[in-house]
């Protein structure tokens, strides 16, 4: 199980999330902001819970790449 976890409330939309993992976030043209897709809120952490562990690998990208921190992956 791949677990991503969005902390949507600090985002400064920069768009880096999008760029390396396109098929799990988006940007909200509501306001500006990365949007974790198919994610639950609990609190303002979005999570996002998959078998799929082909998503890891561009998802640590998008953590990597993020200036704010917001973004972790953990595989169980």
């Known amino acids: 199980m791949v677990i991503v976890t ?11 999330c ?3 993992a396109p098929g799990q976030f988006q ?3 509501k306001d500006g902001k990365s949007v974790l897709l198919k994610s639950t809120n609990t609190k303002g952490f979005h999570t ?3 078998p ?3 998503i890891a ?8 790449a993020c200036p704010v921190n917001i973004i972790s992956v953990k595989e169980t």
């Open 6 to 16: 969005l902390q949507r409330d600090k985002c400064i939309g920069c768009n880096y």
């Open 18 to 20: 999008v760029e390396m």
């Open 27 to 29: 940007m909200s043209k």
């Open 48 to 50: 996002l819970k998959s």
């Open 52 to 54: 799929d562990y082909t």
């Open 57 to 64: 690998e561009n998802c640590e990208l998008a953590v990597k």
